[in-house]
DNA sequence: CTGTTAGCGCCTTCAT
DNA sequence: ATGAAGGCGCTAACAG
């Protein structure tokens, strides 16, 4: 347990006799003498050395991270944009610090934005919500690559990737449709979520024009958790003219109304039918699977590191903000019922 | 989109005419004039200064920072460490790197820790796995902060924070055996992760002592993936002898057991009994409904931030390192058939 | 290819 | 309570 000070280039220094600014050159790549390459080499063995990248990003004006800011409802996708976004940045050299909302004050939340900044972050990757969107527009203001991802803010002049969500509502309804189901309800979250708006509205829109209806007490607008889910689902189902098919708008609200239907004693697939999104390990196990709607959470990350990336690589470079909407995948199980009769 | 320098205190010292001295002062919560500070604050406040972490922690030797470590088997779990982390440690002013073993050549993967030490985190909240257990080792030699979380290794001399394993092991099987179960099977992980071992354990052991056999062929150790825990079972489920219950000892092996008991047309709690682990949403929705071992995965995560926490706040103090087993919680649901015959 | 020099922005004595 | 000066570890000129 020997705290001892980290070695620096004045130490191989010492061992070695030549001047920092060869060590230095050496560490970034440039061409050293094979004799010194080895003697450095060796010291820096000896000496445990490595980097101080403070130092380093101090000198140069880039820290070589990014921060990642997530909002404050956590959903399962949003932590494994963490972990996707640094392996592809991790392979350039970039680091990556985390930042959520979730939790504590609302003071220490609104600064979560600066608090990156302060970290001196080469770029940020965000799921823009109220309360970080300001700072956020700041930011790209001050000339900080963001790319958003996820959720989308019309304001936030910067690149955004996620899910091609209205498309994906449009999937839902069209399913159902085409397995002859008129009488719909949907499950979805808060319209000032973005990706709840845009599949809420790809789903009523393609419903509406495919002459079925949605009837105002079968539409279900609510806080995005499995019990705020559950609840909207029970009295969905508990109406007296109760739909023959429903859409729920995301993972949490299709766990709540998978939940709700097996509670209620309805069959899914035979009493009640079902298109969810996301939960495809649900939807495996469930019996009959569920149909839903899959998002390719992996890409939609992957695609975010890689613009910023680029971003990164070429500072100067005005290009147009870029959007991305990946398709989702319909995967079939067996939850919707045939009504063609 | 003006890329402009940001401010430093230079810049203050010009609108205020007040020493850099005095204005480091007034950044680091020492006094200053009343006059002085609000000069102070409304100079930042026209300049958008914000101090620059890199310069600060360079010259203080501490750098606010803690990373976070995950191996390449990704769980759902770990990744939801790092938020929990974050929340926590974001109220001592302390900020989280990320990384992560996943994907990458195994030469990038083993320096990860490098990769930390580079960036001169504060301390380590790492789930230790073969490849960074040396690196591990060494960094608690020199003399920093490591928290192991979820995983342990009795190689590395450091705090500890996961579920109480074998106690979760035990609550399975005593479980199965009240209910008059006596040939029963298990779907696990391969022995070299600990969690996997010590689940093992406690459930063979009481298992044996309750007088229930457990052969071999009803035994299943494969890698932590729903496809490889899907062929187990459903090689378990064939066997002409079948055992009457099952045991599954992570989220995705439980996933992967109940989608193939469905897959078999055998009835859950009926036809095969079955304890999981984890996998809560799962387990409320089927039906009948899954009886499980939850795992407090924010406890356990925000465990490890307050020992980390404490052992930044006194980096002197040799206390002995701790080992905090929390328990997990057995959620009774319906597919444990009762043979009391 | 190597060495000298001068900072990057901040914090910390030590004086005043 | 404030100011002057030096240096944290590293890199980017510029000479040689």
Redesign the pocket.
């Known amino acids: 347990v020997s705290s001892q ?2 070695a ?3 130490d191989i220094q010492r061992l070695t ?9 050496f ?2 790549g ?4 094979p ?2 390459r080895a003697a450095i080499e060796k010291a820096a063995e000896q000496l445990g ?1 490595r ?2 990248t403070f ?2 990003s ?4 880039v820290s070589g991270t990014i921060g990642v800011l997530l909002p404050s409802l956590q959903n399962g996708f949003h932590p494994s944009v963490i972990v996707e976004v640094e392996k592809y940045l991790r392979n350039e050299g970039i680091s990556v610090i985390v930042t959520s909302e979730e939790g504590g004050d609302v003071s220490l939340v609104r600064d979560t934005v600066e608090l990156l900044l302060s970290r001196r972050v080469d770029g940020i990757i965000a799921v823009p919500s109220p309360s970080n969107l300001a700072a956020l527009v700041a930011a790209t203001q001050s000339g900080l690559p963001v790319v958003m991802i996820d959720w989308f803010s019309p304001e936030l002049d910067a690149d955004s990737v996620s899910l091609d969500n209205i498309d994906a509502g449009q999937v839902a309804a069209r399913h159902l449709a085409d397995h002859g189901h008129r009488e719909l309800g949907i499950v979805g979250g808060e319209s000032w979520i973005s990706t709840m708006q845009d599949r809420f509205e790809g789903f009523t829109s393609t419903a509406q024009s495919a002459g079925m209806g949605l009837r105002s007490e079968r539409i279900f607008r609510v806080p995005l958790t499995v019990d705020d889910a559950y609840a909207a689902t029970t009295r969905l189902l508990a109406l007296p003219d109760r739909p023959t098919a429903l859409f729920t708008c995301n993972h949490d609200l299709t766990v709540g109304a998978v939940t709700a239907i097996n509670d209620s004693g309805l069959r899914l697939g035979r009493d009640i039918s079902m298109v969810g999104f996301d939960a495809i390990e649900l939807a495996q196990a469930l019996r009959p699977k569920l149909t839903t709607i899959l998002q390719p959470a992996r890409e939609i990350a992957i695609e975010a590191a890689r613009m910023m990336s680029e971003r990164l690589r070429n500072p100067e470079a005005t290009a147009e903000r870029a959007i991305v909407r990946l398709p989702g995948r319909l995967v079939v199980g067996g939850s919707v019922a045939d009504r063609h009769d």
Chains 1, 2 share one sequence.
């Open positions: 000070q980290p620096t280039y004045k006799g030549l001047s920092l600014a060869t060590i230095s050159k560490y970034n440039r061409n050293v003498l004799n010194n050395y980097v101080n130092a380093s101090l000198r140069r004006g």
